[in-house]
């Protein structure tokens, strides 16, 4: 709801401006996508790796991991 207001301001400042996002926006989204499914992918691996490494602590039961 924010954007939709800070668009809105924008469009009545400069609505030339606000048009050129509004279009762009999409084709931003759509070059973003790889670069969040990468986060998502390097942040599993980053859990799996302290899963195994807190694994013996877990087994001998070292208090509570989450």
């Known amino acids: 709801m924010i954007s ?17 996002a509004l279009v762009l926006w999409p084709v931003i989204w759509l070059i973003s996508l790889p670069f969040r499914l990468l986060g998502i992918a390097v942040e599993g691996v980053f859990e799996l790796l302290r899963a195994v490494i807190l694994l013996p602590a877990r087994v001998l039961g070292g208090g509570n991991s989450r």
């Open 4 to 20: 939709f207001l800070l668009w809105v301001l924008l469009f009545v400042i400069c609505w030339p401006l606000a048009i050129v």
